[in-house]
Nanobody
Framework: QVQLVESGGGLVQAGGSLGLSCAAS????????MGWYRQAPGKQRDVVAV???????NYADSVKGRFTISRDNAKNTVYLQMNSLKPEDTGTYYC?????????WGKGTLVTVSS
């Protein structure tokens, strides 16, 4: 088992920046992948960005060039730097960790981008 705790959400104006953090309760070294997912009100949860244990990254087309995901194994933390935010980036951001065939989710942090 592992607990994931997201932080860093808040209210920001369009064009602004926010940095999210996801802290794990134990080492993330063995996690195959860690990612950030977003769920807007009334919509399904969609992937935003993923980083693998080897450091490879993938992004949703809508955030490419604006968001950056990174992981720090020494701190058991994954980050999401969000720049040039748009109102459509509004939603609850969830952290997910995958270890072998098991997925773990955090409880989410709310990001609101005002126009």
């Amino acid at each position: 088992q592992v607990q994931l705790v997201e932080s860093g959400g808040g209210l920001v104006q369009a064009g602004g920046s926010l940095g999210l953090s996801c802290a794990a309760s134990r080492s993330i070294f063995s996690f195959n992948a860690m990612g950030w997912y977003r769920q807007a009100p009334g919509k399904q949860r969609d992937v935003v960005a993923v980083v693998t244990s080897g450091g490879s990254t993938n992004y949703a087309d809508s955030v490419k060039g604006r968001f950056t995901i990174s992981r720090d194994n020494a701190k058991n933390t994954v980050y999401l730097q969000m720049n040039s935010l748009k109102p459509e980036d509004t939603g609850t951001y969830y952290c997910k960790a995958t270890e072998r065939w098991t997925d773990y989710w955090g409880k989410g942090t709310l990001v609101t981008v005002s126009s």
